[in-house]
T-cell receptor
Framework: KAGVTQTPRYLIKTRGQQVTLSCSPISGHRSVSWYQQTPGQGLQFLFEYFSETQRNKGNFPGRFSGRQFSNSRSEMNVSTLELGDSALYLC???????????FGEGSRLTVL | AQKVTQAQTEISVVEKEDVTLDCVYETRDTTYYLFWYKQPPSGELVFLIRRNSFDEQNEISGRYSWNFQKSTSSFNFTITASQVVDSAVYFCALSGDILTGGGNKLTFGTGTQLKVEL
């Protein structure tokens, strides 16, 4: 069974640009969560979608947004990129809401 | 607010030694869930275990065991007879009651880097 797929795996952007990251969950999983991982702040929750509805949002500015499509695939967008947005963005899918998350390999964003 | 503390930043052991990774949590929820995840060098986080706040039974899975003590707000993880393949960063995490927005919203600790050497 295919795992969680994130694209792109690596990307470099400059300050002020925007970026869209994509996540394809495991087949049958209806929940998709996004986390940001940095050396300084560790793993931080961004948002969670369940059946196309945002169920939870973390403490991030409005520049960070996301959505989920009817096929459970999800995208997250960061606008007006800042240097501090450089991070590994991890997507995780889950069948339900029990916290047992299956993570992708992440999208590593570098902002110059 | 929820908080997870993993005071051990890095632990180095020699293969076959036993090692315990500490995790202390804070929450005001009466219903909550505790987790351990492993992040090997490849980077993909892997789920290891989930425990709910009403189940304080210790659990053993092969060389892995977990000790949940509500009285001390701790959820420690022990690896018996460690192996080189156990080298990874281990994260303890906490989520709240599903009915009040918890579930898949996990609060992670800062992780413990475990290095197992020959």
């Amino acid at each position: 069974k295919a795992g969680v797929t994130q694209t792109p795996r690596y990307l470099i952007k400059t300050r002020g640009q925007q970026v869209t990251l994509s996540c394809s969950p495991i087949s049958g999983h209806r929940s998709v969560s996004w986390y940001q991982q940095t050396p300084g702040q560790g793993l931080q929750f961004l948002f969670e979608y369940f059946s196309e509805t945002q169920r939870n949002k973390g403490n991030f500015p409005g520049r960070f947004s996301g959505r989920q499509f009817s096929n459970s695939r999800s995208e997250m967008n960061v606008s007006t990129l800042e240097l501090g947005d450089s991070a590994l963005y991890l997507c995780a899918s889950s069948f339900g809401l029990d916290g047992e998350l299956f993570f992708g390999e992440g999208s590593r964003l570098t902002v110059l | 607010a929820q908080k997870v503390t993993q005071a051990q930043t890095e632990i180095s052991v020699v293969e076959k030694e036993d090692v315990t990774l500490d995790c202390v949590y804070e929450t005001r929820d009466t219903t909550y869930y505790l987790f351990w995840y492993k992040q090997p060098p490849s980077g993909e986080l892997v789920f290891l275990i989930r425990r709910n706040s009403f189940d304080e039974q210790n659990e053993i899975s092969g060389r892995y065991s977990w000790n949940f003590q509500k009285s001390t707000s701790s959820f420690n993880f022990t690896i018996t007879a460690s192996q080189v393949v156990d080298s990874a960063v281990y994260f303890c995490a906490l989520s709240g009651d599903i009915l009040t927005g918890g579930g898949n919203k996990l609060t992670f600790g800062t992780g413990t880097q475990l290095k197992v050497e020959l």
